[in-house]
C-alpha cells in the first residue's frame, strides 16, 4: 500500500480512477498540478467528465456518449487519445494525451484508470513547424514569381514616366500615366514583400533600443497619424535593456502594426474624434527566468471579430479591398518576431480595440559589459 502511495505521489504522470459512475475515487498530485486544484479534496467524490471533460476546445459540449473515457467503463474497452483538451479549476484549458482502462475485479467492471499528461508544448511546435513549412513553400514560389515580375513591372513603370515626362511638356492630361505609374509601384510592393519570405538572411544584426527603433518608424508615419486626427500617447519604461536586432525589420514591423492601427481607427471614426487613439507601452517582462522587452500597441478602432483573429497572421488573409491591403503586414511582422527569437500576439475586443504585443529577447545586463 504504501509503496503504491509512493509511486502514485513520484510519477510525473497525472493518475486518476473513477468508480462505475465516473465519480473520482484517488487522485494523484501531478494529476492536481496539472488540473490546478490544490488538494484531492476537491476532486474525489466529482464526476470526473463534469469536471474537467465536459466540452470541446471550441467550447461546444462533449457529451457522455462520445466520452471515450466513459466507454473505457461501459464497453470495457481501452482508449487513447492526443487530440482532446481537460479543462482547468480555473477555466482555462491544455491539449491532454490519455488513456483510459477499465479497472476489472472478479469478471465485473468496477471502474476506470485514466492516465495523462499535458501536450500543449508539443502540439504548439507542431502547428509552428507546419506555419515554417507553409512559409517556406510560400518563399519558394514568392522568389520564383517575383523575380519573373520584377524586372517587366520596373520596365512598365519606367516608360510610363518617360510618357509622363513627355505629356508634361505638351498640354495632353497626365492623369493616365499617373495611374500607370501608381499603379505599377503598388505592384512593385507586393513584390518585395513577398520576397521577404524568400530572403534567407536579413540585413546585419545590431544592438539597439526598441524605443529607438519605435522613434524611428514613428517619424515616417507621425505626419499622417497627426493629419488623420489620431492622438499618440507613448509610456516607456527607463532604462530598458537592449536587444540584438536586425533593425530594419523591427521598423518594418512596427510601421506594418501601425498602419494596421491607422486603419482600424479611421473605418471606425471617419471623421475627427477625440476618441481617435493609439497607446504604446514599452517595459520590460520576465519569462523563464530570463529579459525580454515588450512593447504592446493598442488602438481603438474597429477591433477584429473572433472567427477572424485565428486567421489575421496567415498570408492573404485581409478585409480590406484590393489595392488597400495585400494581406501581408501581420504575417510578415510574426515572421520579424520569430526571427528574432521573440513573440507575437494579437488581442482583439471587436468594436472597441486592438493590441499588438511584441516581446524581444533582451542582452542580460551583464552580457553587454
Ligand atoms: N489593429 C487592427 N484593428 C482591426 N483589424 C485589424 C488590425 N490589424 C489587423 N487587422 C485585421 O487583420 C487583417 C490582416 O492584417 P494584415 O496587416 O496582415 O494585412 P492588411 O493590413 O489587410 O494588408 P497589408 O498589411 O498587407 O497591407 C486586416 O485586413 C484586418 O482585417
Ligand atoms: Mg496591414
Redesign the pocket.
Known sequence: EEQIRLLLNSTAEGIYSTDQAGICTLCNPAALEMLGYQSEDEVIGKNMHELIHYSHLDGSALTQEECQIKNAISKMQAAYSADEVFWKADGSWFYVEYRAHPVVKEGEIVGSVVTFHDITEQKLLHQQSIRTAQLASLGELAAGVAHEINNPINGVINYAQILLNRLQNSNIDTDLADRIIKEGERIATIVR?LLFFARESGPEVRLANVDDLLAEALSLTEAQIRKEGISLQIDAAGDLPQVYTRAQQIQQLFL?VL???R??LNEKYPERDDRKKIEIFIDVAEKRKKQFVRVSIK?Y????PGK?LEK??TPF????PAG????????ISHEIVNNHKGEFE?K?REGKW?E?VVILPAVEKDEDE
Do not use: E, Q, R, Y
Open positions: 514583400d506594418n498602419s494596421n492601427a486603419h482600424a488602438d478602432g474597429c477591433g477584429i477572424m489575421v497572421m488573409v485581409t478585409t480590406k488597400v491591403g495585400t494581406g501581408l503586414g501581420l504575417s494579437i482583439s486592438t499588438v
